[in-house]
């Protein structure tokens, strides 16, 4: 039997995306995110597709319901369902009064531990949403499938702390072949028998690890000593990525020089339309006028970092300035004798907030 397994898509989140596109647009992309799953879950011809929580990332409204509903009507498969700690079901959620699932749809409602039957492939999926709060305090338990023949499969979302906590090797070893998880915004394996899947598409500018689904294969044949044994393997799915850049810079590059180095070295082949979180480092010199604008208004910028120092000859620098603050922050630094390291590490923090250039 062969299944796919996502988590977290958080259709309806506005991520940050500098002057690449409009938060609207990006929404949009998480949003056709279910459609692309549900082509490529078909191509694999899968059987079963779980979403493991916060596919939406608040309380959906009647019509994304219906949207939602519309694209997963299309897998040839099954879709089994739980919510998470976004989309969770509150007392006026509409998930509670939407009735109109496909019949492909197995939508888990109940805040306790709930089976559906899949006679046809031998498997039995359990699964549990998150009810009337964004935490789930109380333990899934030590609960054990009822049909060992059967291959035995729990949906759910979180596994830690507050969140529907779990022990994943006593779930294992009460008969659960496959732990399908989500609550993690990176992917990650339980040893051979689960995992969280992660965002298929990076949410914010710390989302620099890659992200995708998960697709496996698993035993279902009930007298098979195989019976269970999952073949798991990660797929990268992610149309853009967050990407740490780091720029190097010389003391005798002008700031417009320094703005197309910037440029020329995230954009072209296989970089443009990504998100870059770009770090500053090298020498600057001390007479440019800083301005972050200039390298956030760079398409595909995020965030900006200045970890440059700047190229003072401390000596020359003090005897150009006795007689005002710049010469007598250096003087009463160096009397401090705070050590070598400590000392230029200080003068470089203090002619900088001197000379106004930002980190």
Avoid at 29 to 35: A, C, F, G, H, T
Avoid at 347 to 356: C, D, F, S
Wanted: proline residues 5%.
């Amino acid at each position: 039997m062969i299944f796919v397994h996502t988590s977290d898509i958080n259709i309806g989140f506005h991520p940050d995306t500098g002057n690449l596109m409009t938060p609207k647009e990006r929404a949009l992309e998480l949003k056709n995110v279910i459609k692309r799953i549900v082509a490529l879950s078909s191509e694999k011809k899968a059987d079963l597709l779980f979403i493991s929580g916060n596919l939406f990332h608040s309380s959906p409204s009647k019509s994304e319901l219906m949207d939602i509903n519309s694209e997963l009507e299309k897998f040839t498969g099954h879709v089994c369902i739980v919510t998470g700690s976004q989309d969770y079901l509150r007392e006026c959620s509409n998930f509670n009064e939407f009735d109109s699932w496909s019949r492909n749809i197995t939508f888990f409602k109940e805040g306790a531990v709930r089976v559906k039957h899949f006679p046809e492939l031998n498997v039995d999926v359990y699964g549990v949403s998150y009810r009337n709060s964004p935490d789930h305090p109380t333990p899934i338990g030590n609960i054990a499938p009822k049909n060992k023949k059967a291959c035995n499969i729990l949906v759910a979302f979180g596994g830690e702390g507050n969140r529907l906590p779990m022990n994943f090797k006593e779930l294992h070893s009460n008969g659960f072949d496959y732990l399908a998880l989500g609550g993690k915004l990176d992917h990650m394996p339980i040893d051979n028998y689960g995992a969280y899947p992660g965002s298929p598409e990076p949410l914010s500018a710390n989302a620099t690890n890659q992200h995708g689904i998960y697709i496996g294969e698993i035993n279902t044949d009930g007298e098979s000593p195989e019976k269970g044994k999952v073949k798991l393997t990660f797929i990268p799915f992610a149309q853009r990525k967050y990407i740490d850049h780091v720029c190097d810079i010389d003391p005798i590059m002008s700031w417009p020089q320094i703005i197309n180095r910037i440029k020329n070295e995230i954009t072209g082949p296989g970089k443009t339309g990504n998100f870059y979180n770009v770090k500053l480092v090298g020498s600057l010199n001390r007479n440019i006028d800083f301005n972050q604008e200039d390298i956030l208004s760079i398409p595909g910028v995020i965030t900006v970092k200045n970890d440059t120092s700047l190229d003072f000859d401390i000596d020359k620098l003090y005897e150009e300035n006795k007689s005002n603050i710049i010469g007598q922050f250096i003087e009463k630094v160096r009397s401090e004798k705070l050590g070598e390291a400590l000392e230029k590490k200080t003068l470089e923090n203090g002619l900088k907030a001197l000379y106004h250039v930002d980190n």
